[in-house]
């Protein structure tokens, strides 16, 4: 084990092209282990020595054996060292440090403790976000550091923070906790920003992910999604047919005041719900959830208002108030007009008589604006169909789908088909 | 020779190959599709039908003059058309007996049978006469002078049904005779001429019928909608071309590079000024709204085709990695 000065000497010789990096992250390999992490306390001196980014990765593993060391951090002036860790994520340089990637991200996991150790998430956004984008080989892959990224966006109250990285397709998982986390904690930013259909679409994701055995992020999950659905839809849509078995059997037995809740919803009456609401607040206070169970409550209103779009042309607002169970008039007037401004229905109120007249979708699609849209959509789908395609051909070729399905042709007909040679792997010959 | 021996008429006329033009004649000989046709369907025929009856009859017959070991029987027959001063019109055609030991034509057969199509087109003649093979065969001069009787200056005219099906190119020539001075004697030779394809709406109407049965490019149009889009994109591929044939031509002309042509660039420049047709609000909201139209369908189509491709891939993943409730056929679950 070479000394420290050593190795610090190395680190800034053999930073130049990339055959010193990789010369000197097989040195570092070497030197790596519980006999760096002895001398943590002595590497602090050292790191002044080396600059973040012409020397990402030895700075990378200095900086790692000092964060795990065990040892208190604030030994290193506990402020001082996130400024360090901080400063380093924010200016490395991100081929070096793809080379030792768990090592980063155990880097990035000791930001997180140690700031939320200090109740200030809010000075974990910013590196965490750059860290985010210099970890990641695509933009398409989910890597831990997102869940924490976006658990600290969600402690800070950060909504707009945790947008960038949720705007982001995810095709590439390693981690399943990793998906579960992204999309629990990406549905409750969208929910705290008000976007109901996009939160839906993430716990949609947590909810129907494969799993073998429930688990407790997936329930949580499924909870909101409920709520969630709710609010978009006035309804919720049964398991599709790519839910685990697992979890299409027990998620309903977890979350059992929320399908009650749902099923008096579809009941339409605004009194019914509430004291529904009212004699369960308690669970719903310990899950977290009354803010949202309240938003359910409320959107009761606009569920049937938009019922009554449905049936009435034109129809009055006392009308409105007592069908849909409000108290005045004027009440009323607020819903629709807020409705009205969400385009969530179009209608015109006239002030004279207090009338309202429903109207139909005046889009007329001959807009310029709308080729582009449709056609930037259909760009969208080109893409994903290949990926879907190239997808299923990898499926059709795995040994398990192909153990399978030619054990059941084995099966049916107890002798082999000539013409089925193609598909049954070859060893059963 | 093997057992259908009938002469296909069928003088096609002479495709317009690139290869300079031997003949001095200046006779401008224009084709109509159905000779074409003709001759190919009568080869065709009598190909099928040598297959069907024995091949050991055709192969001890293939030693027999103009077939060839193994090559399809060769077809003869007449053209027929019209002749105008120098244009020569072949609208016609038909087949003729060639007698297989002689090598000629059956005289009886051929004067028959063009009394049957005076009485129906009395204004035709026969112009000729047409063969099928790669090349021109020796005893084809014989043939050749025996009709000469009939037509001073008749036309010959071949098909090669050998031909690569990917080269553009109609397989069909049209000689004509002339008498050359080859070795210090007179002789008649065939030499090449050029030839246009005439038609007439009929028969266009049925070649594009035709055409479409068959995909001509190894099947793999095989639907409807998709070789009309092909024949879409090529129209379109092929305006493409000419607008930038035009448009290189008037940035040549604007460096200075070609002289500078009025009469062209009054051509050129009516022709821009025809678009765009129309110019008005209205239009723009309907042809906005038809295009939209379209999009939001193809977007549709491509929807169901990206579901259908989810959906399989769904049941896959269920079939190989979930753990079955209850299986189509039970069995599986006892592994």
């Known amino acids: 084990m070479e000394s420290l000065e050593a190795l610090v000497a190395h680190i800034q010789g053999l930073s130049g092209s990339p055959e010193e990096v990789a010369h000197l992250h097989s040195l570092l390999k070497q030197a790596d282990g519980d006999s760096l992490r002895a001398h943590a306390a002595a590497l602090v001196p050292f790191l002044a020595h080396l600059s973040p980014e012409t020397h990402s990765l030895g700075y990378l593993y200095l900086l790692e054996a000092c964060a795990t060391s065990g040892s208190n951090l604030s030994e290193f002036g506990g402020g001082d060292f996130l400024v360090t860790i901080a400063g380093f994520l924010t200016a490395c340089s991100a081929d070096q440090i793809r080379l030792a990637p768990d090592k980063f991200l155990n880097v990035c996991r000791v930001l997180k403790d140690q700031v939320m150790q200090l109740n200030m998430p809010i000075r974990g956004i910013a590196p965490l976000r750059t860290a985010v984008r210099k970890i990641q080989s695509s933009p398409e892959q989910l890597t831990p550091v997102h869940a924490d990224y976006l658990l600290l966006c969600l402690l800070a109250k950060q909504y707009k923070a945790g947008l960038s990285i949720l705007e982001d397709d995810i095709f590439e998982v390693d981690q399943p906790k990793d998906l579960f986390l992204y999309c629990y904690y990406g549905g409750m930013i969208y929910i705290g920003l008000k976007k109901f259909p996009k939160a839906l679409e993430l716990l949609h994701n947590a909810v129907t992910a494969p799993m073998s055995m429930l688990n407790a992020i997936a329930v949580e999950a499924y909870k909101k999604y409920v709520l969630v659905s709710l609010i978009v839809n006035g309804q919720v849509p049964s398991f599709p047919k790519y839910t685990s078995v697992s979890a299409q059997r027990s998620m309903k037995n977890h979350a059992q005041f929320y399908v009650e809740l749902s099923t008096s919803y579809s009941n339409g009456r605004y009194t019914d719900l509430e004291t529904f609401v009212q004699a369960n607040s308690a669970t719903f206070q310990s899950d977290n959830n009354l803010g949202l169970v309240k938003q359910v409550l409320s959107s009761m209103y606009k569920r049937n208002i938009q019922r009554l779009t449905q049936t009435y042309l034109t129809l009055s607002l006392e009308d409105i108030a007592r069908s849909v169970q409000l108290e005045t008039p004027r009440d009323a007037e607020m819903h629709v007009l807020r409705m009205i401004e969400d385009g969530e229905i179009h209608a015109t109120i006239n002030q004279k008589d207090g009338m309202v007249s429903f109207h139909e979708d005046p889009e007329q699609y001959k807009s310029v604006e709308m080729v582009e849209h449709i056609d930037s959509s259909i760009q969208r789908l080109t893409a994903l169909s290949k990926k879907l395609a190239s997808i299923d051909e990898n499926m059709s070729c795995d040994p398990a789908y192909l153990m399978k399905t030619g054990r059941d042709r084995g099966r049916f007909d107890g002798r082999f088909d000539y013409d089925d040679y193609d598909s049954v792997p070859h060893k059963f010959f | ?335």
Not at chain 2, 51 to 73: E, K, L, V, W
Not at chain 2, 164 to 179: A, F, G, H, M, R
Not at chain 2, 284 to 313: G, I, R, V
């Open chain 2, 1 to 335: 020779m093997s057992a259908p021996s009938d002469a296909a008429p069928a003088v096609s006329a002479p495709a317009p190959t690139t290869t300079a033009a031997a003949s001095s004649g200046g006779f401008t000989f224009k084709l109509h599709p159905l000779v074409i046709v003709n001759v190919s369907d009568h080869h065709t025929r009598v190909k099928a039908q040598a297959a069907c009856s024995g091949d050991s009859s055709s192969s001890s017959s293939a030693a027999g003059a103009g077939a060839g070991a193994g090559q399809p029987p060769r077809v003869f027959g007449c053209v027929i058309g019209v002749q105008r001063g120098r244009t020569v019109e072949i609208f016609n055609s038909f087949e003729l007996v060639l007698d297989p030991v002689s090598g000629t034509l059956d005289r009886a057969f051929l004067e028959k049978k063009q009394e049957l199509y005076k009485k129906v087109f009395p204004d035709f003649y026969v112009l000729g006469w047409y063969s099928t093979g790669s090349d021109v065969h020796d005893t084809d001069m014989q043939i050749h002078k025996a009709l000469m009787d009939v037509n001073e200056s008749p036309v010959y005219l071949l098909l090669n049904p050998t031909i690569n099906l990917s080269q553009k190119d109609l397989p069909v020539t049209i000689y004509e005779s002339e008498l050359h001075v080859i070795d210090g004697s007179p002789q008649l030779i065939f030499v090449r001429s050029n030839y246009t394809i005439e038609t007439v709406e009929a028969e266009r109407i049925s070649v594009d019928h035709v055409a479409h049965l068959k995909p001509s490019d190894g099947g793999s149009a095989a639907t409807q909608l998709a070789a009309h889009l092909t024949g879409i994109h090529s129209a379109i591929k092929m305006l493409n071309s000419r607008v930038r044939v035009i448009h290189q031509y008037l940035v040549a002309m604007q460096k200075g590079d070609i002289p500078v042509d009025n009469s062209l660039l009054r051509q050129v420049s009516s022709l821009v000024r025809r678009l765009p047709a129309m110019e008005s609000q209205k239009f723009q909201d309907d042809f906005l709204m038809e295009y939209n139209d379209t999009l939001l369908m193809t977007y549709l189509a491509m929807f169901t085709n990206c579901s259908s491709t989810m959906n399989e891939l769904v049941e896959k993943i269920n079939t190989s990695y979930e753990r079955p409730t209850t299986r189509r056929g039970g069995r599986g679950a006892f592994m």
